[in-house]
């Protein structure tokens, strides 16, 4: 009996130990971001905050770098190196901004400097880095792209190739010269995308052989409708098609990348709701991974506006719109499980948590936090 009773016990232990261990098995980790901000309004560079993937509450963790207005951010594909674009004009003497690349420690939420090299223009609003270690900025004031190389040890080449954009739009105000808003690498190929808001155009480019030198594509640009101001853009995960967000016309172009190389526009839907005729312009453009539902920002009506994905053509169609709950929303991000969408509100200087709903693409919010003039959102790999 007592041999018996000993059994039952040790099977007992043996119960409790693998229920504690399944729980803590689907215990979902703190996730990390970093945040870029406009310093100009008491921020001191790049901060890091986090996200409960539980119930949503976002955390500050303070300055993770000082650095001056690191306006947009990027990460290496292996996590082991940021990169922040300076957005500025005639530092120290030059008409340039910078571009800083800085060493991720995973077990802090400190950024250490590697060093900085001019942008190649001035005011550089966008960066972006590929599995090779090419990396692409945006300048917006300086009308051009520029091309570097990121080595083995997180430091940057020089300024390896500058291309500059020529032209104008039909708003005045907003479209005198060109103003080159972001540079993306095509998933799987070796092309890259370029949108320029000034000229009514995403520009088509790839490395050469060299590896040195952009050089345009056969099929060189994609030209959107006059006044269009095209701005960010996202690529299906599965179909060849990208999305472009286009700025002053606060609309959303579906784009058919074809097998020959060339592009048709296929559909250009409001981002905005039927009637609404208040000062807006569209920021940033991002799809789930499963292709399902495409999310763009509103600033002036605030808000997300969310498409579902039609899967046989990637035709998109207008579901709702959701408050971001601040002014000016800026970037914004989906976070690695996607079951969060986070807003940075650079007017209100917050940042917003959205669970997303994943069978409706629905955002419900979750938590705000105070941050100084958020601009980027990052989340660590």
């Not at 870029?36 to 300055?63: C, M, N, Q, R, V």
């Not at 300048?139 to 500059?164: K, M, P, W």
């Not at 095509?186 to 060299?210: A, H």
Request: charge should be neutral.
């Amino acid at each position: 009996m007592r041999v018996k009773t000993i059994v039952l016990l040790f099977i007992g232990i043996l119960l409790i130990n693998s229920c504690l261990l399944a729980v803590s098995g689907n215990k979902k980790a703190t996730q990390y971001f970093f945040v870029g901000t406009y310093t100009d309004a008491g921020s001191e560079g790049i901060y890091s905050f986090s996200l409960d993937p539980i119930t949503g509450k976002l955390t500050d963790h303070g300055l993770a770098a000082k650095t001056n207005n690191p306006s947009f951010l990027a990460l290496t594909s292996n996590g082991k190196f940021l990169l922040a674009v300076h957005e500025t004009k005639d530092e120290n003497g030059s008409n340039m901004g910078f571009i800083e690349s800085f060493a991720v420690k995973n077990d802090e939420n400190q950024l250490t400097t590697l060093g900085k090299v001019t942008s190649g223009g001035a005011h550089p609003c966008y960066v972006s880095v590929n599995q090779n270690g090419y990396v692409l900025a945006a300048n917006y004031t300086g009308g051009n792209v520029a091309l570097f190389r990121l080595d083995e040890s997180g430091r940057l080449s020089g300024v390896l190739d500058v291309q500059q954009h020529y032209g104008s739009g039909p708003n005045k105000a907003r479209q005198a010269e060109p103003h080159v808003h972001s540079a993306f690498f095509e998933p799987g190929s070796n092309r890259i995308f370029v949108p320029d808001l000034g000229i009514d155009q995403v520009s088509v480019y790839q490395v050469d052989k060299s590896g040195s030198k952009l050089v345009k594509t056969p099929f060189p640009a994609i030209t959107m409708t006059p006044g269009s101001g095209p701005r960010h853009l996202a690529f299906h995960p599965t179909m060849k098609i990208v999305y472009v967000v286009n700025e002053l016309a606060c609309t959303v172009s579906t784009v058919s990348l074809n097998k020959d190389g060339s592009f048709t526009i296929l559909e250009t839907i409001s981002a905005l709701p039927n009637a609404y005729d208040q000062p807006n312009t569209c920021a940033d453009i991002h799809i789930s991974k499963d292709g399902r539902f495409l999310y763009a920002s509103n600033r002036g009506l605030n808000s997300i506006v969310i498409f579902s994905v039609d899967p046989k053509n990637g035709k998109i169609i207008q579901i709702a719109q959701e408050s971001t709950r601040g002014e000016s929303p800026r970037n914004f991000t989906l976070s690695p499980d996607e079951d969060y969408l986070l807003v940075a509100n650079q007017t209100t200087q917050d940042i917003v948590a959205f669970h997303r709903n994943a069978s409706t693409g629905i955002l419900q919010y979750a938590d705000k936090i105070k941050a100084l003039k958020p601009v980027c959102l990052l989340f660590r790999k």
